[in-house]
């Protein structure tokens, strides 16, 4: 080898060490988004799926899930900035929002209105509840309308039951355990587990309450103005999910299992009635908005709101436009 060909060689293997030595490129860090919720149930699935099978991840955005408590709580770290975006009661979100708190709703999470009201063994009739203590999420809440109006039905009214609160059907399925009330306002899995263990049901909310937006997905509407693009990502992951759900049942209740901890054939029965029976997650994300008026309305008759805001200030379905083209 001459000269000029052992000076190639060396350039060469000094260059290709040079490679090799260089320290990969930083990545980039995804977007951040606090994502609050109130506690895990059925009604958030298609949030567990999208975290579980990285959904949020595979469209750009890095998701962290944390558990609020009660509706009001939700909806305070929303409108404080404390959460980017968060799932609660449409009826929470509404109330918040005409109360002049700076949230939209931009998607439906679950439509039906899931609440049950189990009773213990001994609670036969609502003539034999009357008197009794009744666990609620809140007093003016979609648990109390829905309660209100069940009573009523059977000609009672709110004042003929003493009251509890707790924030989550956990919390109230563990009272109704406890045998420290009569009845509960319970949602899935929750009231099949309260059946297993020997409690029964005495009326359900959508068998009272129709045309109902249950839960939505809900933004602080300043930071979403500013970072549409990032919300837009996170509902495409949430899309993803609900498709995922309705074609993987099992990997899909897995993923329920995991999160809220029920047996396997509760997760099972909540499956076959949520996107089975009910379909209660809208594959198109869309929103039904004489739904979310019917809400409004409900609260109004209730005396938890003074007058139904107008749609366009409840929301705005251009993120999720956007999500599913």
């Known amino acids: 080898m001459n000269a000029v060909a052992r000076r190639a060689a060396w350039l060469l293997s000094a260059l290709a060490v040079a490679v090799t030595a260089a320290p ?3 990545q980039t860090p995804l977007p951040a988004v606090t994502y609050a919720i109130i506690a895990p149930n059925a009604s958030e699935w298609p949030v567990f799926i999208a975290k579980q099978q990285g959904f949020f991840r595979d469209e750009g955005v890095d998701v962290t899930i944390v558990t609020a408590g009660t509706p009001p709580s939700v909806m305070n770290q929303l ?8 799932d609660t009661g449409s009826d929470t979100a509404i109330a918040g929002i005409a109360r002049g708190l700076g ?13 049950v009201l189990v009773v213990t063994p001994a609670i ?11 666990v609620l999420a809140t007093k003016s809440d979609v648990t109390a309308i829905s309660f209100a109006r069940m009573a009523a039905k059977n000609k009672l009214a709110m004042s003929d039951f003493s009251v509890a609160l707790a924030g989550d059907s956990s919390a109230r399925f563990a009272a109704l355990s406890s045998g420290s009330v009569a009845g509960a306002m319970l949602s899935q899995p929750f009231d099949f587990e309260a059946e297993a263990n020997g409690m029964h049901v005495l009326d359900t909310s ?6 109902w937006v249950f839960k939505t997905v809900d ?4 930071w979403a103005a500013g970072n549409r693009a990032t919300v837009v990502k996170v509902l495409r992951a949430l899309h993803r999910a609900i498709a995922f759900g309705y074609a993987q049942r099992d990997a899909t209740v897995a993923i329920l299992v995991d999160a809220t901890h029920a047996s396997l054939p509760i997760a099972q ?10 379909k209660a997650f809208d ?9 979310l008026l019917t809400v409004a309305n409900a609260q109004v008759e209730f005396g938890a709101l003074p007058a139904a805001p107008k749609i366009a200030d409840l929301y705005d379905g251009s993120f999720a436009a956007a999500a599913v083209r």
């Open 269 to 278: 029965r909540t499956y076959d009635e949520d996107f089975g029976r009910w």
């Open 79 to 86: 409108a404080t900035g404390a959460a980017a975006m968060a």
């Open 283 to 291: 594959p198109n994300l869309k929103l039904n908005e004489n739904a």
């Open 206 to 211: 959508y068998d009272t309450l129709h045309d």
């Open 124 to 134: 036969k009739s609502w003539t034999d509840l009357k008197g009794g203590t009744v």
């Open 219 to 222: 933004v602080n509407a300043a």
């Open 24 to 26: 990969a490129a930083a």
């Open 103 to 115: 949230v939209k709703i931009v998607a439906p999470l679950f439509t039906t209105n899931p609440f």
